[in-house]
């Protein structure tokens, strides 16, 4: 079935280094890809997307890059801060459907 | 945040017992789902309603009953639960529901214990 892999599941940086968080999706019909970020205890959050016809998308410190060949899509956060600590999950919603299938989560922790 | 708002927050029940979670969205949107997240798993769609109608049906037990009266609320009722469905069980709602690539907004989730 339709499945989405998320790498690594546990991400420790630095203050002020950068982080990546990696997706594969199986789905070549998959032409939807967002980012949330979960803090502990509370709700997912958008905080970027990016569709198919796009290789590239950028807002301020985080960028989220999608190479559809290779069915890989990944987040990038530049200058990384204490807040951004938390849970970042990856989505890829197919053709014609509403429906997302979820990466299993990316724990990021900014260490001071 | 007053978007998506989940109630109870948290709740403890026993296998016998039943309960009911509600949804509600304050966004003017027409699609609202059902997802379950569980420790070190994916979130799971459990179930999706588009106008009131559903459209989707994750192949989720019979002890979990969806409810939509209108495309402001979602309700999911429970009952004979096992220790295994405790988890968060997210609401989330989308401007159609019908067409790819929508955002989905989530609710804080209802933190549910099986005893």
């Known amino acids: 079935g339709e499945n989405v892999e998320q790498h690594p599941s546990t991400l420790s940086v630095q203050e002020g280094d950068s982080a990546v968080i990696k997706c594969t999706y199986s789905?070549?019909?998959?032409?939807?890809f967002p980012w949330y970020k979960q803090e502990l205890g509370k709700r997912p959050q958008l905080i970027i997307d990016?569709?198919?016809?796009?290789g590239e998308k950028k807002d301020q410190r985080i960028a989220v890059t999608l190479n559809k060949t290779a069915k890989h899509f990944s987040l990038h956060i530049t200058e990384t801060q204490p807040e951004d600590s938390a849970v970042y999950f990856c989505?890829?919603?197919?053709?014609?459907?509403?429906?997302?299938?979820f990466g299993t989560g990316t724990r990021l922790k900014v260490l001071a | 945040e007053t978007g998506v708002t989940q109630t109870p927050r948290h709740l403890v029940m026993g296998m016998t017992n039943k309960k009911s979670l509600k949804c509600e969205q304050h966004?003017?949107?027409?699609?609202m789902y059902w997802y379950k997240q569980s420790a070190k798993k994916p979130l799971e769609l459990m179930f999706v309603?588009?106008?009131?109608?559903?459209?989707e049906n994750n192949s989720v037990p019979s002890r979990f009953s969806p409810e939509c009266p209108n495309s402001s609320h979602l309700f999911l009722h429970l009952h004979t639960l096992q220790p295994e469905d405790s988890a968060l069980y997210l609401c989330?709602?989308?401007?159609?529901?019908?067409?790819?690539?929508?955002?989905?907004?989530f609710g804080p989730g209802t933190r549910l214990l099986v005893l």
């Open positions: 989505a890829a919603a197919g053709s014609g459907t509403y429906k997302y299938i």
């Open positions: 789905d070549s019909a998959s032409n939807y």
């Open positions: 966004l003017g949107h027409n699609a």
């Open positions: 990016i569709r198919s016809n796009v």
């Open positions: 989330a709602s989308s401007q159609e529901g019908r067409l790819e690539g929508e955002t989905q907004y």
């Open positions: 309603y588009s106008l009131e109608e559903r459209v």
